[in-house]
């Protein structure tokens, strides 16, 4: 075994949580080595927030993590989060002098590109003498328990590597057509772990063609609701914005509510969440108005939608002050609570992230230490699934920097 292929922690992954992970750990001393198999580096970070990268979100409050993420152990992620904040995370862009600006609900971009971003991690590493093997395949991973300098052997395409360390930070399965693979939850496996079924989150949902077709020549549409899913005890819903698609729907209110979804659960969709229509629509039928109720509703709604929702009743389709009251009722209280039922969503092809991973249950919230010696888990990997709006970004840099103080 040469002295150049023994580090004190090997980190497969050079992602968000990878990099970050590397370059602190390096920064403290520790001789780290990075692998990650795809030619290209951070190509999640790079094709993020519509090339921006929403890296962080100031409305992250670490006292109730379980408001912006999800887990089947709920507190896990408070002390990691806890521990490096956004404005952590934010001091460290200006120390480099990144520009960023604030967009919605607390959610900051980089004004210029996700490349700021990915130079940011690559000077921090640098910073820390990490070395990279990039492109670089795992092909195995073995522990022995004999040394423990070495314990770990990891054999790639440019021979072994040996640690005493681990950290696994090989994301989730979203975009595979970019590098994303099951490799973290293939090693926790092998390892005796715990993982929690991963499932698409973040995701456009689809319908069946058939009962989607009325709404299919709504693509494009965009519009703000209110969208919920789950029962009265576990009730989730959004204000956010709607988009039509050609197989279902999408927007940033049914990707946050898709995290929630359930395969067979049914969704409930206010059209027009700022004010009640039927008062809006029989004030306009005791001014006599002729206008078709269509285009009365156009008031309210985009014409395109109006005209698709009023065809399919008659009796929505006449001059306003023609219209029955009660039909005009029918009519508001159909758009406010819109139910329908997806048949699945768009998979990983099309999702941001993936719900799921390994199980917290067999990490140190801590440390991330797994209950297998020298093994960490950081970023999507595990089951820690943030809301749209830079929340997954900040357990990547949480999580990476609690594992890298540990080490
Ligand atoms: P990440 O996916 O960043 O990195 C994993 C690395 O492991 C990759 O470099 C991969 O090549 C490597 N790898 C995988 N398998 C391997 C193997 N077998 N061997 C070696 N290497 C392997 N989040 C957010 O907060 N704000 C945002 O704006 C967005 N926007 C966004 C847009 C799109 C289109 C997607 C798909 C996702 C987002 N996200 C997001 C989510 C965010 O990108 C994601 O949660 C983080 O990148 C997760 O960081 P990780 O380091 O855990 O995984």
């Not at 001789?31 to 100031?58: M, Q, W, Y």
């Not at 940011?120 to 492109?135: D, F, H, I, M, Y």
């Not at 002729?290 to 005209?307: G, I, V, Y």
């Amino acid at each position: 075994m040469s002295a150049a292929s023994v580090f004190d922690v090997i980190i497969i992954g050079a992602g968000a949580a990878g990099l970050f992970c590397a370059g602190v750990a390096g920064q403290r001393g520790l001789k780290v080595l990075l692998i990650d198999h795809s030619p290209k580096v951070a190509e999640k970070i790079r094709i993020s927030g519509g090339g921006r990268a929403n890296f962080t979100n100031r409305d992250l409050d670490p006292r109730q993590p379980h408001k912006h993420y999800l887990s089947e152990n709920p507190h896990f992620c408070r002390s990691a989060l806890s521990r490096y904040t956004p404005a952590d995370f934010v001091s460290l862009l200006q120390r480099h002098g990144v520009p960023f600006h604030e967009k919605h609900k607390g959610q900051l971009f980089c004004d210029r590109s996700a490349q700021d971003l990915i130079d940011v991690l690559l000077r921090e590493c640098a910073a820390g003498g990490v070395t990279r093997w990039q492109p670089c395949a795992v092909q195995a991973v073995r522990f022995s328990d004999a040394e423990a300098a070495t314990r770990y052997t990891v054999e790639t395409d440019r021979g072994p590597a040996h640690a005493p360390a681990l950290v696994v930070a090989t994301g989730g399965l979203p975009v595979p057509k970019i590098g994303a693979t099951d490799f973290g939850l293939r090693v926790a496996r092998q390892f005796g772990l715990k993982v929690v079924e991963p499932r698409p989150a973040l995701v456009p949902l689809t319908f069946e063609p058939s009962a989607w077709a009325p709404f299919a020549q709504l693509s494009g549409l965009a519009l703000p609701v209110r969208i919920a899913t789950g029962d009265k005890s576990q009730r989730q819903s959004f204000d956010e914005d709607l988009l039509f698609t050609h197989r279902g729907l999408s927007g940033p209110a049914v990707l946050q509510i898709s995290s929630y979804w359930r395969p067979g659960a049914a969704l409930r969709i206010d059209l027009h969440p700022e004010a009640a229509l039927e008062p809006l629509l029989l004030a306009a039928k005791a001014q006599a108005s002729r206008k078709q109720l269509p285009n009365e509703l156009a008031r309210h709604l985009p014409q395109r939608l109006a005209d698709t929702w009023t065809a399919t009743r008659a009796d929505w389709q006449r001059p306003i002050n023609e219209t029955p009251d009660k039909a005009l009722a029918q009519l508001a209280d159909s758009l406010h609570r819109w139910a329908l039922t997806p048949s699945g969503t768009e998979g990983y092809a099309k999702a941001e992230v993936m719900a799921g991973g390994v199980d917290t249950r067999e990490l140190s919230s801590q440390t991330m230490a797994s209950r297998q010696p020298g093994l960490y888990f950081i970023g999507e990997v595990v089951d820690v699934t943030g809301w749209l709006g830079g929340y997954n970004f900040q357990w990547a840099w949480a999580s990476a920097y609690a594992c890298a103080q540990a080490l």
